[in-house]
C-alpha cells in the first residue's frame, strides 16, 4: 500500500484523515502550507494534551520511518488550556529524513485524536542583515565626557548626547525621564560626573 508516493509497510498508521480530492497532499509537497522550505528540524502540532515525547517517539519509530536519522526531540511541557494541542520540534541529520517523517505522519491521526497531526518544516532563522545590525559605539570615538556612557549605550540604555534618553533597560530600571540633575547622585550608573548643566 502506498501513501503520498512512499511505500508503507506493515507500520501504516491505523487512520489517515481524508485529504480531499485528485490533488496533490500537502505531505507530497517540499514547501509546507506556510510556504516554509523542506529542512531536517520538523514541527508537531495536534497531538492530544495527554500525549508524551516518549510516545511521539514510539511514533516516529514505528510509522515515521525510523529514529535512526532522529537526533533530538524539543516537546513542549507547559500547562494547556482545554482545547489546546501538545507541540513539539524534532532535529534530523538530513532534510531527506525529515521529509520522509513528514510524508509518513503528515494527516496521522489515532482512533481516540479529535484531530490529524500536522507536521511542518521550521523556518530557517535568519541573521539580521548588516542594516537591521545596531553598531556598537567604541570608546576611542567618543569625547571624554561620554566615554563614561559606552558600556550603557551598548546595553541598550539609549545614553547618547541626551541624558533625559532611556532605552529599554533604563525603562527597566526606572530611568526614563529622570531629572538630569538626578544623575549626578547616581554614581554606579556612570553619571556622577555627568555634565548636565
Not at 31 to 49: C, E, I, Q, W, Y
Not at 112 to 124: E, S, T, Y
Not at 163 to 171: E, S
Request: charged share 20%; proline share 7%.
Amino acid at each position: 500500500r502506498t501513501h503520498a508516493g512512499t511505500e508503507v509497510h506493515a507500520r501504516t498508521p491505523p487512520r489517515m484523515a481524508s485529504l480531499g480530492g485528485g490533488a496533490a497532499s500537502d505531505a507530497d509537497r517540499l514547501v509546507d502550507r506556510h510556504g516554509v522550505p523542506a529542512d531536517s528540524t520538523l514541527f508537531f502540532d495536534k497531538m492530544p494534551a495527554s500525549f508524551t515525547e516518549g510516545q511521539l517517539r514510539a511514533l516516529i519509530q514505528d510509522s515515521g520511518g525510523g529514529t535512526e536519522e532522529l537526533i533530538n526531540i524539543w516537546f513542549g511541557t507547559k500547562a494547556l488550556a482545554p482545547g489546546e494541542s501538545r507541540t513539539a520540534t524534532a532535529r534530523f541529520n538530513t532534510v531527506e529524513a525529515a521529509v520522509h517523517c513528514r510524508q509518513l505522519l503528515q494527516q496521522y491521526q489515532q482512533e481516540d485524536w479529535m484531530v490529524p497531526l500536522r507536521v511542518n518544516f521550521v523556518r530557517k532563522r535568519e541573521g539580521r542583515g548588516d542594516g537591521a545590525k545596531r553598531p556598537r559605539m567604541e570608546m576611542a570615538s567618543l569625547p571624554p565626557q561620554q566615554q563614561q556612557f559606552s558600556p550603557l549605550m551598548n546595553m541598550g540604555m539609549g545614553m547618547g548626547m541626551d541624558p533625559n534618553m532611556a532605552g529599554a533597560l533604563g525603562m527597566q530600571l526606572g530611568m526614563a525621564g529622570m531629572n538630569p540633575q538626578m544623575m549626578q547622585q547616581m554614581p554606579g550608573f556612570g553619571f556622577a560626573n555627568a555634565n548636565v548643566g
